[in-house]
């Protein structure tokens, strides 16, 4: 059974330089691993991931993510079963949210500011489809497994 998580989280301190590329280094690895294909985006010192894979997998995943000590206020913002995966071509999408235009943001989000907090879980999916329809989701081609 397919399952979808999209959840929130704020960065515990202010993320150097490397934090982006370390995280999706761990996730292209172990993501293609254990069957699990998502996005993350982040800005503001906040990040949106969505999750997609088996129950038990997704499952894990987001247990060990709530041990993390890079991040804290983590808060679940949807949880669905799905038929099929929306985030296929990704161990681990990226979206730097600052390069994301305003009125993108404005679309799905009281504020033209990047806050997963301030939307709904459903409002966080839409923008998500609407980055993988403009091409905003981003990962090194060289890194990204094929499925």
């Known amino acids: 059974m397919l399952v979808r998580l999209l959840y929130a989280s704020r960065a515990s301190e202010p993320a150097p330089a490397t934090l982006m590329e370390d995280i999706l280094a761990t996730s292209l690895e172990n993501n293609a691993r254990n069957g699990i294909t998502g996005v993350l985006c982040h800005g503001n010192g906040m990040f949106l991931q969505a999750l997609e894979g088996g129950r038990m997998a997704v499952s894990h995943l987001y247990q060990a993510i709530a041990r993390d000590p890079r991040h804290h206020d983590l808060v679940l913002l949807h ?40 939307s709904s879980g459903r409002a966080s999916l839409a923008l998500l489809g609407e980055l993988i329809a403009g091409a905003s989701i981003v990962t090194r081609a060289s890194d990204r497994p094929m499925y």
């Not at 161990?91 to 949210?97: E, F, L, P, Q």
């Open 79 to 118: 949880y669905e079963e799905i038929l099929e995966r929306e985030f296929a071509g990704w161990a681990m999408g990226h979206v730097n949210t600052s390069k994301v235009n305003v009125a993108t943001m404005l679309k799905y989000s009281p504020q033209a500011h990047f806050d997963p907090y301030e």
